[in-house]
């Protein structure tokens, strides 16, 4: 069964850094596409950035420059490292795999 959850949201001031985890469950975190989406309130889901299986990376231009994304194979973890936060990332990040499958969400607020 696939299970995907997420830590490391909270509060943050604008300028900081936030480091959000997402420990996979039932699959090898390498063998699959997946990535970050946010969502704020009245609003779809929008992709962040996306690793593929071969490690190749697609990111937002609204993150390039601050946001990574990263995976730990052997912790079956992936990760996106934030940095240089601005107001309008808040939101509720989630880790996607893709098939259709998301974790629980972690809310980011930067003010």
């Known amino acids: 069964q696939v299970q995907l959850v997420e830590s490391g949201g909270g509060p943050v001031e604008a300028g900081g850094s936030v480091r959000l985890s997402c420990v996979a469950r039932?699959?090898?975190?390498?063998?699959?596409?997946m990535g970050w989406f946010r969502q704020v309130p009245g609003k779809g889901r929008e992709e962040v950035v996306r690793?593929?299986?071969?490690?190749?990376?697609t990111i937002a231009d609204s993150v390039k420059g601050r946001f990574t994304i990263s995976r730990d194979n052997a912790k079956n973890t992936l990760y996106l490292q934030m940095n240089s936060l601005k107001p309008e990332d808040t939101a509720v990040y989630y880790c996607?795999?893709?098939?259709?499958?998301w974790g629980q969400g972690t809310q980011v607020t930067v003010s």
């Open positions: 039932g699959y090898n975190v390498a063998a699959w596409c």
């Open positions: 996607a795999k893709w098939g259709n499958y």
């Open positions: 690793i593929d299986s071969d490690g190749l990376t």
